[in-house]
């Protein structure tokens, strides 16, 4: 093994395992599972002999307790087995994800402004839980798997040495044989994996340094080469898995083929008196649990490859950089947050790239501190550009935009967003369950949770959900309609709580009653010096709720709707 892929099992273990006494009680009961099955299989083989000579009932019947016994015995391990490894899987995932997305990985700072990086954000967790399960089933079980092997050859040898000799030729040999060219193709795939993540990790990473590079970039046949060659890898990961999937077949094949001869060389060693009845089931034990246990211990090596191209994968993820403005020399803290004015746009104009006009031009305006303002105007007046400009995912070439009186230019982007939550229009949500998405993994609080619940109108939702905060749902907020979707996202601004709120049409599918209640909390939260809310919105009823109303466009469109809002 290469010393980077130690470094990756070290790393893996030291930081991301659980205790170490669930570890052990994990593996004792793997082994356990493993080895009941011998004693359960001479049980049964006496059983048989002693039905086939008619003799010995009493003894029949307390050799059939004991077999119950032991198959209770089996399940009560397996449950137990089964709930420790849902333990320590997901202790695993939790210290994972704490450790390489919210702690280290910048990840975080965008999930809420851009889609490409949630997308990031779900393939680095998506792999995560892949690759704690291929080290969770395969090398956690590593010892177990091989002292169960050898137990199941011992006890072949003592019930028959020839039937068991077949059994270790046919049984094990036909199996390494088959991985040695399975493994080669683990490898290649594993190469795959590797690959498809630096394609899709350039492609996130030209979209986070888009105003960069598009300066000295045909972008259009960068993402068209990039998509390619992702998509061929792709058909070829696919080609490499049929491939595995044939080798599966022809060695389960081998396996149904051996468990046939062992009955058909057992009746004749029955018929030459060599064997009895019994020992065909015990014969057929050994069989099975042999080629099972030599097929999880060569799945071990041969999942190795999957799980470095994971970690390799989930590594290239970790260390993308995130745009940063590489002209401004100086940064500035954000020190006068109680000053009146919260936000101050200063004679910005910003025209895209595709278009001929300015979609703004020379506005100035002034946002002061604790208040609701609604931004109101007509369809693509600049409503949304404007919102983006603030907090800096927009450039302003024209202009200065200044938040608490320092320039925005002068201000470290990660250090703006800590006190802006900017809500866009289309909002994300990622695979995961409702708290998650709440949370974005960040550190649960069940008060800010409540809070969050209580002020968003979700709490109502969330308690008919069959498993609550648990209850799971998909990267497109299913199975939320769009109006609950607006309040999963008002309940993520809510528990982060910032001191400036850019919410681009977030109350719009929420129904009235809903709306006004909403408003009425966010009036709670400016009336309290806590937060300063902007509101791109149509709507006339958050108008009239909103303590300044700013407007862009034509006076006519203006008058039309402060009229609808009777302000």
């Not at 064997?275 to 014969?283: L, R, T």
């Not at 080629?291 to 191209?309: E, H, Y």
């Amino acid at each position: 093994m290469k010393e980077g892929q130690k470094d990756y099992f070290k790393f893996f273990e030291k930081e991301f395992s659980p205790p170490k006494a669930a570890i052990i009680l994990f593996s004792f009961l793997s082994f356990m599972i493993g080895i009941i099955t011998y004693p359960e299989a001479e049980v049964v083989r006496r059983i048989i002999d002693y039905m086939v000579q008619g003799s010995n009932k009493s003894r029949i019947v307390k050799l059939f307790c004991i077999v119950l016994l032991i198959y209770l015995t089996k399940v009560f391990l397996n449950y137990v087995y089964l709930k420790i490894k849902w333990i320590i899987r997901y202790t695993m995932l939790e210290r994972a994800e704490e450790k390489m997305i919210v702690k280290n990985s910048k990840s975080q700072k965008w999930a809420d402004t851009e889609l490409q990086l949630v997308d990031r954000f779900t393939i680095i967790r998506n792999d995560l839980v892949q690759a704690v399960d291929e080290y969770l089933n395969s090398f956690l079980v590593l010892y177990s798997t091989f002292l169960s092997l050898i137990a199941g050859i011992a006890y072949g040898i003592i019930v028959n040495v020839k039937v068991t000799l077949i059994i270790i030729v046919i049984g094990i040999l036909v199996p390494i044989v088959g991985s040695l060219t399975k493994g080669k193709i683990e490898k290649a795939q594993s190469k795959i994996v590797i690959q498809t993540g630096r394609y899709r990790a350039l492609l996130i990473n030209i979209v986070e340094n888009i105003e960069v590079i598009k300066a000295f970039l045909d972008r259009r046949k960068l993402f068209s080469s990039l998509e390619k060659e992702n998509q061929k890898l792709e058909w070829e990961s696919i080609l490499y898995q049929k491939f595995v999937s044939l080798i599966n077949t022809i060695q389960n094949a081998v396996g149904y083929s051996l468990v046939v001869f062992v009955i058909l060389f057992s009746v004749f060693l029955i018929y030459k008196k060599e064997m009895k009845f019994g020992d065909i089931y015990a014969m057929l034990a050994v069989s099975s649990t042999v080629n099972d246990k030599v097929m999880s211990l060569i799945n071990i090596f041969t999942k190795r490859q999957t799980f470095m191209g994971l970690m390799t994968r989930i590594n290239i993820y970790y260390e993308i950089p995130t745009c940063e403005d590489k002209n401004v020399q100086t940064r500035v803290e954000l020190t006068d947050k109680n000053s009146d004015v919260a936000i101050e746009v200063q004679g910005v104009s910003y025209k895209y790239k595709d278009k001929n006009e300015f979609v703004l031009c020379n506005l100035s305006k002034v946002f002061g501190s604790g208040k609701i303002h609604a931004v109101v105007g007509e369809s693509g007046c600049g409503k949304s550009t404007l919102l983006k400009m603030i907090c800096n995912l927009l450039p302003i070439e024209e202009g200065k935009v200044k938040i608490f009186g320092k320039d925005i230019a002068e201000i470290d982007r990660e250090k703006l967003w800590d006190y802006i939550e900017y809500i866009p229009q289309n909002i994300y949500f990622f695979e995961g369950t409702v708290k998650e998405n709440i949370t974005l993994l960040k550190e649960y609080d069940q008060e800010r949770m409540d809070f969050a619940l209580k002020n968003s109108r979700l709490k109502e939702l969330v308690d008919k959900l069959p498993n609550g905060l648990d209850s799971r749902i998909s990267s497109d907020g299913n199975p939320f309609s769009t109006g609950e979707k607006k309040k999963l996202v008002l309940a993520r601004a809510f528990y982060n709580d910032k001191t400036i709120w850019l919410m681009d049409e977030t109350l719009n599918g929420i129904d009235v009653i809903d709306t006004e209640r909403i408003m009425i909390n966010l009036k709670k939260r400016v009336e309290n010096g806590k937060n300063t809310i902007i509101i791109v919105t149509h709507n006339p009823d958050v108008i009239k709720m909103s303590d300044e109303v700013h407007m862009i466009g034509s006076e006519r469109w203006e008058s039309e709707e402060i009229a609808q809002a009777n302000i």
